[in-house]
């Protein structure tokens, strides 16, 4: 484990070291695990980098958007992927590379940078979309099955799975709790262990595993309580459950109970739900979103 972060900062290192000779350029974030996305603002000081007005204000933009791939790329390493893994484990492994990593980067939502009041520097904004990285790292070419039951129970037809897990929960096999936190593949067990969802049963690329979200959006003003974003994911009638516990080096992971997962797993239209990715977790407030700076 200590190697294994030693491996990560070095990576981190050689990243940030080749633009820290570079002009004065600085970035601040947020990365949003309820929206899907990377926001930042990149900022360049203009004198730093030797420019004035108005004649150097397309020099200055071109070290802008060269300083934003690169100094985007720390906060994209850092992403937990599963429970066990970050981006930049799977580039230290081989099953990943710092040239896609820069590719997702390039495919980023801009603004048009623009000048502070004081004219002293320029800054412009960008949003990436964590859906492209989770359609990047998935690499099956067919789904894993789901799991069938030898004795299914009777079971409603329900348009979605919403976990609630936003309380601190057990952490399986520990004597200690934990907030559950995101990541782009989560899995769901169940109180027997056994391994009720994973990324490699999605049917689609472009579909996330899970959709998180905020506990109050399942308190809404209208027939079935939800808001908007979360109906558009698991639908007007998703089965409710309570997770009994977290899992994973990093708690990522949720467990339910058997009772619950034999509701999924005993009918071909709710195991469907979990390979459509129709699945969200209502997670605490303070893990869907931290800021970032460098």
């Known amino acids: 484990m200590i190697l294994r972060k030693i ?148 079971t409603a037809q329900y348009t979605g799975i919403l976990i609630i897990a936003s309380d601190s929960l057990p952490m399986h096999g520990m004597r200690s709790s934990a907030f559950p936190v995101p990541c782009l593949f989560p899995k769901i067990w169940d109180s027997e262990m056994n391994l009720i969802y994973d990324r490699n049963m999605l049917e689609s690329r472009d579909t996330t595993m899970v959709r998180y979200s905020t506990l109050e959006n399942i308190f809404q003003s209208n027939p079935s309580g939800l808001s908007a974003e979360l109906r558009e994911t698991v639908g007007e009638r998703p089965l409710r459950v309570f997770a009994r516990g977290v899992f994973g080096i990093t708690p990522t992971d949720l467990i339910i109970e058997r009772s619950d997962a034999l509701l999924i797993l005993s009918s071909d239209e709710n195991r469907r739900l979990l390979s459509q990715g129709k699945v969200a977790f209502i997670l605490n407030d303070s893990v869907l979103r931290y800021e970032f700076n460098e």
Do not use: C
């Open 7 to 154: 491996h990560i900062f070095l990576l981190i290192f050689i990243i940030t070291v080749g633009v820290s000779a570079q002009p004065k350029t600085n970035i601040s974030g947020t990365i949003e695990w309820d929206t899907m996305r990377l926001n930042s603002t990149v900022t360049l000081d203009l004198a730093s980098a030797g420019l004035r007005l108005p004649s150097g204000r397309t020099q200055g933009e071109s070290l802008l958007n060269e300083g934003f791939i690169n100094l985007i790329k720390p906060s994209l390493l850092e992403l937990q992927v599963d429970s066990s893994t970050t981006v930049a484990d799977l580039i230290e492994r081989g099953d990943f590379n710092l040239y896609e990593i820069e590719a997702l980067a390039l495919r980023a939502n801009s603004v048009a940078p623009a000048l502070s009041h004081d004219m002293r520097q320029i800054s412009s904004n960008h949003s990436i979309s964590l859906v492209n990285l989770s359609t990047a790292l998935l690499r099956h070419d067919r789904p894993s099955p789901v799991m069938r039951i030898l004795n299914p129970v009777s």
